[in-house]
């Protein structure tokens, strides 16, 4: 069973670019979660995806926007980037909301904003 | 919205002896409480869970416990290793069908050999 993947791990990017992240989630989950962990905190709820809408949206502004594909795979798309952007940006999946099972982290993005 | 608070932020603990964490919630409604292990260049990797309707789970040497009454929940690691060293997070969720997971501040474990 293959579990959460992201790509790239790593990424530097300047102010005012924009990028994109990218999460595979494990076989048989269609929902897909992303998070961002500041330096020594607890990652922060950003959106949900699940069967390709939006499903919940935490307390970011809109320059945070995802996609999520009919393979259940999903992007984290952020815009005019700022350097309190930099960060670890987690993709967790998990089943059907439905079934009520847990949801499993990915390793994450590191970005860091310069 | 719920508030998660985790203590203590750092533990150092002898190989061998048990180690407690502790979580208080403040969202009522709260009724999955997962724990994660976060290892360094690694992300949170789910450790135990916890159902609200559920006063205590244990699995070999991780036990966690739960108090809906005071809101608060601990997790519980018996005999350490020093693999056991990670950050901790505990976590909450008010709503299964959303998923939002509320997560705490972390604890920062380590194993003294």
């Known amino acids: 069973e293959t579990g959460v993947t992201q790509s790239p791990t790593h990424l530097i990017k300047t102010r005012g670019q924009q990028v994109t992240l990218r999460c595979s989630s494990q076989?048989?989950?269609?929902?897909v979660s992303w998070y961002q962990q500041a330096l020594g905190q607890g990652p922060q709820f950003i959106f949900q995806y699940y069967r390709e809408e939006e499903n919940g949206r935490g307390n970011f502004p809109p320059r945070f926007s995802g996609l999520q594909f009919p393979n259940y795979s999903s992007e984290l798309n952020v815009n005019a980037l700022e350097l309190d952007d930099s960060a670890l940006y987690l993709c967790?999946?998990?089943?059907?909301?439905?079934?009520?099972?847990?949801?499993?982290f990915g390793d994450g993005t590191r970005l860091s904003i310069l | 919205g719920e508030n998660v608070e985790q203590h203590p932020s750092t533990l150092s603990v002898q190989e061998g002896d048990s180690a407690v964490i502790k979580c208080t919630y403040s969202?009522?409604?709260?009724?999955?409480f997962p724990w994660y292990k976060q290892e360094l260049g690694k992300g949170p990797q789910l450790i135990i869970d916890?159902?609200?309707?559920?006063g205590e789970k244990k699995d070999q040497r991780i036990a966690v416990t739960l108090n809906k009454t005071a809101k608060h929940f601990s997790l519980h690691i018996t005999e350490t290793q020093p693999e056991d060293s990670a950050v901790y997070f505990c976590a909450a969720i008010s709503n299964f069908g959303n998923e939002k997971l509320t997560f705490g501040t972390g604890t920062r474990l380590t194993i003294i050999p």
């Open positions: 969202d009522s409604a709260s009724n999955y």
């Open positions: 967790a999946s998990s089943p059907d909301p439905a079934l009520d099972q847990p949801q499993h």
């Open positions: 916890i159902r609200s309707n559920v």
């Open positions: 076989s048989g989950h269609n929902t």
